[in-house]
Every structure is written in C-alpha cells, then in structure tokens.
C-alpha cells in the first residue's frame, strides 16, 4: 500500500493576472480544501507572483510535501465559464524548480495547469513521487476551465481525509468529475509509479498481535479466522446528488457507486475500536463454538457507528485482532454497495433545488443498497460541517440529513454547466420508488466488484433502515422517533411557505417530461377513507409504477376481510411512523383499531403481518407524506435524539418518552419494555389520569386508553 504523510505541507504557488497578490488566503481555487486544517492535518503557504528563484528559495527553507501550482485562472465562478482557458504553461517556472526539488520528500506535485509529459517526466525525476497535471497535448475543450475547478476540489477534499493516500485521493475523484459530468470532459494526467485505484480490502493495515505471525494475512495466521462474521442487516441508502435528471443512467451511477464505496472504506479501514459489549444471546446463524459482541468504532473522520461482529473467542478475546476483524468486514461490506436504477418504464426524477439541500444546488434522487451502519455512518458525517468527503462526491443530502459542508461557492461550481439547460425548480426533491423492481446499476470499476450480485440480490425492505430523500429518518432501535430538525422538516416548510400550507406532494411539477405525482386529498385528521384510498392509488401507479386496479384494491385480505389500509395507516403515523418499528405495538395497540379486528380473533403472527403489509402497500406512500406523522419530541423533557436514545411509547396514549427521563421508582429496566413480549408502559400523565379524574380536573384525562402487551415481534405466521 501507497503510504502517505501523517501531516501535509503545502506550498501553493499562483501566477497570472486573475488573481490578487494581497489576497493571502483567500482566493485559493481547489487548494483552498486544506486551509482550514491549519495546525490540524496541513499547513499551507502561499506565494503569489513570485519568481522561480523566490519560488525555489522557499522550497528549500520550508521543504513543503506538497506542492500546487496554478497559472491563469481564477477561483470564482465568473472564471468557470465555458471559454475560460487553462492558463499559460509554466514550463520555464518548472525547469527552474527543477533543481530545487532534488533532495525533498516532496509527495505530489499538483499542476493546474496545462503541462507536457516531458516535463512531468523531469518533475518526477526531481524526486516528486507523484505529479498530477493537465495535458498540454490534449487540452480540455469548453468548460475545461470548470472541470479543473471540480476535479481539483474534489481531489484535495479527499485527501483531508487522514486515510487517503494521493493515488486513492485521484481514483475516487475521476469517478466523481465522471458522475457529475455529463459532457464527457477530461481528466488530469497520473503521473507515477503507482496506479490510482480505489481503495479495497487489501488496504487493510495488518495488526501486530504478540504471538501470532500475520505477515501472510489474518486469514493464515488465525485459527478461526474464518468463521468471523459482521452481522449487518441490509438498508436502503437514499442520495440527493447535485445534477440533473441524466444522473440516473447505469454509467454514471456506476461512477458514483465506486466512489461511495471507496470513500466508506476510507472511512473503516483505519476504524478504531472505542468499546464492545458480549451479547446477551448468540445469533442462531453463527457457526458453532462462534460468541459476539457489540463493538463501538470511530472512523478516520471521527464518526462514530455501533455494528455487531460474531466470531469465536479465540478471535474476540483480543482487542487487536477484534479492531482487525472490524476493519476487514466493514470494508468488505462496504465495497457491496451497489447502486440501483430506477424501475423500468418509471418516470426519470426530475431536478430541484432548495435552500436546505446542497446550498441551494440542483438536485436529484439516487438510490443505493447497502448496510445499515453505513447508512447510520454516512448520516453521521452529514452533520459535520468540516467533512468534505461527501461534498467532493456531489452528495447534497443522506437521508433526511443535509450535507452540512456544503457552501455557496460549492453549489456554484457544482451547478454549472457549459450549455446549461433551464434551471431546476427551487423545491425538495420527492423519493424515488423502493421497490424490489429497482434494477442495480452498473459497475463503474472493480472497487465493488466483491460481493457485489450478492448484495443487488439480497433484499432490503424500504423500512429497514431505509430513508426517503427528504423525509423520514432511517429504522433506528425500538421506540426511536424521528429528529425535530431533519432536513425534511427544513424541505417540506420551505414548500409549505410556498404553496399556502399544503404537503410537499402538491408543489408544481419539476422537470420537463417527468410525470410527477401530486397528492389531492386533504390534511389525515379531515381525510375520508375514499379520498385516502384514491391519492393511495395515484401515488402507487404514477410514482411507483406499480399497476393498481382501484375497484379492487387493496388485493390482501386479513382475518377473512379485505385489508383496512387507512385505519393500519391512520393508527402507524399517530405512533411516529414506521420508523419507529418494534416501538409500535402493532397487535396490541394497531390492530384492534382496524375493521379486521375481531375480539374473538386466533391469528397468530399479526404484528409482523401488519408490518409486511405496511411495507408493502404503506411505507412510501408515508414518507411522501411527512406531515402525516407526529411523535418527535419526548412528552416529559422535550428533547429528541440528541438527549437519549431510550425511546418507549406509552400503552394508553402512544406518546413519546425516554425512559431515562420518567423518574418513577420502581419501574424496572429499559429492556423489561423495549423486548418482544416485555411489559406494557403507561406514561406518568395517564399514570396520573385516574387521580386527576378523580380530583375533578378534565386534562387529566388522556385523548385515549388501550391495551396490549409489547409487540409480537418474534412471532411466525
């Protein structure tokens, strides 16, 4: 493996007449990436219209790792245009630096600008273990200006990450600048001994475990090894990527899918372990003799993510080998991402644009399988704001969760176009359809290839740990509602403001050809069956391009009767959604308030039957329709997630709490209510209902009582 410097020295040299010599640093272009992590992970000196001499001069006093030199083109958007130029060649400069490299640990020499292989040649030569320039022989056609300008951002922005070597960071930005890029440009010369590839399962450092000779690999030198496992449940991965409508064609998604899976392996590679925790019970599925346990890791960037890894107890009574089979079994899971295109014959997803997404860029909707932790890993990352990784990808959104790093200035890069068409819509992008029909993308290179059919063909309910774009959260643990400030939230009042109080559905149309559902009934609390019924129908046949026969949908029949949608909808949106999973109590609680309900019942496995179908016939339709669903704050302290994780719903009123806040003595355990056929909670106000009833004060009372045991998660049908 290529190694790289643990700390980056960057001498950024600027000539030309478009930018200013006062500016210091300002007005970086791409190189702009590692000014902020001054004192960090870089230091960046920068000279501006200085000699070759002076240049050299501060080679030799300062012996920089990095070298970036730009001649002629200016950083702002107004130097982006379709005939800005590449700038003069600096061959005269170079030969004079020339000299002055012979001697230095000088990593990459970064050239924006154009460059004869000759003098690459003669840089590498000089002791630059990598050069990165732009062909003189063959210069980028219009807009070469702006590809430099995208390419170089994202190509710096993936080495802030402390993992990515120089050839690594090149690879997974050729398949960004090729994802994004729907004119065919060029991309800058790779001048180098070794080839850029996206990181894989062999970038994997091996440990060093009293012992044991690793020096051919875990699997060798392990006994066991291979009965390691991760336990990672497969979710879907829903993407606001900058662009337009052509995003989602085999090829380019292909690109974006290596680069997907190239940046979470940059992530877990180096991952370190923070805490782990034996499980109480043993997976049925594991090999014999085989233990788990909970581990709790940090990525390179710092994100945290809790998975399951299973092995026998030679292997996880070793922390160092527990932290080498993590990082193996992560990257190997992560490199079975696998992007998906949208149904045959289903309408291509138009553009938008909203303040809340991507700074205000152009966006559209993409799809991917993958597994939970990644979704939850990436939804971290989202949220910090000086993670760029994403951003050099051209990912506006994970999820309900926006891109926090994203800037004006990114948005305006990553915007235009040479010959751009009408600009999108400034409304949310609407989710994609997650049905099974969806077909896998193609492959953009062998950064996926492991594993990858497998994981096309492994099914993932649109609930699993599945977002919409814009709306609702992922599956998360028992009881857990969803955030107050997702960017659905953010999306969907933008919208509201706009269209006078009605749901994200009703916006206008994006897009010129796409037919684009539009939701026409009203709010739930005034919706009739019909009307319910009938917007169901429209959603399913337009957005996800099932064919629907309204005078007999729906088609399932539950406990002798035809299936009573609205009522298992109207009853899952009221309990925080389907998001919420086994913290809805779905027999004792959804069931009897449906028309299939009869006291006298013998269904066995109703809980997970209401689930399926639910999925089946409700899940999109509900994260299409995120007013519908209520439950984000705990009822006692107000706060959501960021307080606790401990989410219950109460048996009587359905309301939210953390069980940590509700201080009542006596009450047990977390896990006495939260597990399959655990006890049944009533909050502190329906515990007080009785007594404030009797006392004569009519809040007391709560909207409603119901029964029910916990649900019935663990039963077969």
């Known amino acids: 493996m290529v190694s790289r410097p643990t700390h980056w020295r960057v001498l950024a040299a600027f000539s030309g007449p478009c930018l200013d010599p006062n500016a210091g640093l300002k007005d970086l272009g791409s190189v702009a990436e590692l000014a902020d992590l001054v004192g960090l992970g870089a230091d960046v000196r920068v000279l501006r219209g200085k000699t070759p001499v002076e240049v050299a001069a501060q080679l030799a006093s300062w012996q920089p790792n990095l070298l970036y030199l730009c001649a002629g083109t200016g950083p702002g958007p107004a130097d982006m245009d379709a005939g800005a130029g590449m700038g003069a060649g600096l061959e005269d400069a170079l030969a004079a630096l020339e000299p002055a490299l012979e001697g230095l640990d000088v990593d990459a020499v970064y050239v924006d600008a154009l460059l004869g292989s000759d003098h690459a040649r003669r840089l590498r030569g000089a002791g630059a273990a990598h050069v990165v320039h732009w062909d003189a022989a063959a210069p980028p056609g219009p807009g070469g200006a702006l590809a430099a300008a995208r390419f170089g951002h994202a190509f710096f922005a993936l080495l802030r990450n402390a993992s990515a070597t120089v050839p690594e960071a090149f690879s997974v930005a050729a398949h960004a600048a090729r994802a994004g890029d ?80 190239a940046l979470l392996v940059l992530e877990v590679r180096q991952a370190r372990l923070a805490g782990r925790n034996a499980c109480e019970r043993t997976p049925a599925h594991l090999p014999p003799g085989c233990n788990a346990t909970r581990c709790a890791l940090r990525s390179a960037s710092g994100a945290a993510a809790s998975v399951v890894l299973g092995g026998p107890l030679s292997v996880l009574a070793e922390e160092a080998l527990v932290q080498h089979a993590l990082r193996q ?167 509201r403001a706009r269209t006078g109080g009605r749901g994200r559905g009703q916006g206008a149309r994006g897009g010129a050809a796409a037919s684009a559902w539009r939701s026409g009934r009203p709010r739930l609390a005034e919706c009739s069956e019909g009307e319910f019924l009938s917007d169901l129908c429209a959603f399913l046949q337009t957005r996800c391009g099932r064919q629907v026969d309204a005078d007999t949908f729906p088609d399932a029949v539950l406990n002798g009767s035809r299936l009573d949608l609205f009522g298992l909808y109207r009853e899952v949106v009221t309990r925080g959604g389907f998001t919420v999973g086994n913290g809805i109590n779905w027999k004792g609680q959804v069931f009897p308030r449906m028309r299939n309900y009869t006291a006298t019942n013998r269904m066995t496995g109703v809980g997970n039957a209401l689930k399926r179908l639910y999925q089946r016939y409700l899940v999109e339709y509900e994260q299409a329709h995120p007013e519908d669903v209520t439950g984000d704050a705990c009822s006692l302290c107000g706060g959501t997630d960021e307080v606790a994780g401990d989410w219950i719903s109460c048996d009587a009123c359905s309301a939210w709490v953390h069980f940590s806040c509700d201080q009542r003595p006596g009450l047990g355990t977390f896990k006495d209510y939260a597990r399959a056929g655990g006890e049944p909670y009533v909050c502190v106000r329906c515990a007080q209902a009785p007594r404030a009833a009797a006392a004569g004060d009519p809040d007391g009372d709560p909207e409603g009582s119901e029964g029910g045991g916990a649900d019935d998660e663990e039963e077969e049908d």
């Open 182 to 261: 729907a004119g065919a440009q060029a991309l800058p010369v790779f001048a180098s001994d070794a080839r850029p590839a996206a990181p894989g399962l062999d970038s994997v450092p091996l440990p060093r475990v009293p012992g044991l000779d690793l020096a051919n690999g875990a699997a060798v030198g392990v006994p066991g090894w291979e009965a390691v496992r991760l336990l990672a449940p497969r979710a879907e991965l829903r993407l606001l990527a900058t662009g337009r409508a052509t995003l989602n064609d085999a090829q380019r998604l292909g690109h974006l899918g290596e680069a997907l899976r």
């Open 329 to 495: 079994t992560l990257v190997a899971d992560a490199l079975a991402l696998q992007m998906r295109l949208p149904p045959p014959g289903a309408p291509a997803p138009a553009a938008r644009a909203s303040a809340a997404v991507a700074a205000g860029a152009p966006v559209v909707d993409a799809l991917a399988l993958t597994s939970v932790w990644a979704v939850h890993l990436l939804r971290t990352l989202c949220q910090d704001s000086g993670y760029r990784g994403l951003v050099a990808l051209g990912i506006g959104a994970v999820g309900g969760t926006a891109v926090a790093a994203f800037t004006t200035a990114d948005a305006s890069r990553l915007a235009s176009q040479p010959g751009d068409v009408a600009a999108a819509q400034a409304e949310p992008a609407q989710p994609q359809p997650a049905e099974g029909a969806c077909a896998p993308a193609a492959s953009g290179g062998g950064g996926g290839g492991g594993g990858g059919a497998d994981a096309a063909a492994e099914g993932a309910s649109p609930g699993d740990a599945s977002d919409t774009d814009n709306d609702a959260p992922p599956m998360r643990k028992a009881g857990m509602p969803r955030k107050r400030a997702s960017l659905g939230e953010a999306g969907g009042a933008a919208v």
